[in-house]
């Protein structure tokens, strides 16, 4: 059975524990901001045989006219160091796959995610703002 957990708040932090497991593996988080719902998936999938990598996109619920209203930030912070990606989500519309083979999210090869990790648990920081310059203008149109 799968459980798929809710966080409130423009900024929150997600912990994706065993971080170990094998790929392929899947963390999805729903996120609910702003009046819409977000989903965070973070993918373990090998792209090369023996190479694991970690992927990670924010997906909303909605169309990509909705998605284009907003950016989101992913950021990682430990032992000193800081990696941060910001973007514009993506529609659920959209399938996660095509968004990773695009690169249009977050890559961390194995050795910079044990970086960032915690005992097998990787802590990302999410904040998710309005685009409102963007959606101004498509409202005026």
Request: aromatic fraction near 6%.
């Amino acid at each position: 059975m799968h459980r798929v957990d809710i966080l409130q708040g423009a900024e929150i932090v997600f912990l994706a524990t065993d971080m170990h497991l094998p790929a392929p593996a899947d963390w999805i988080i729903m996120h609910n901001c702003l009046g819409h719902h977000f989903l965070l998936v973070l993918r373990k999938r090998e792209r090369h045989a023996g190479h694991p990598q970690f992927f990670a996109t924010m997906m909303l619920i909605g169309t990509p006219t909705q998605a284009d209203c907003f950016t989101y930030r992913l950021e990682l912070n430990r032992n000193h160091r800081r990696l941060k990606w910001e973007a514009t989500p993506r529609s659920v519309l959209e399938c996660v796959d095509s968004v990773i083979t695009d690169g249009d999210c977050l890559v961390l090869n194995t050795s910079l995610a044990q970086l960032f990790s915690d005992n097998g648990s990787l802590a990302i920081g999410i904040a998710i703002t309005a685009a409102t310059e963007v959606c101004s203008s498509e409202a005026e149109m």
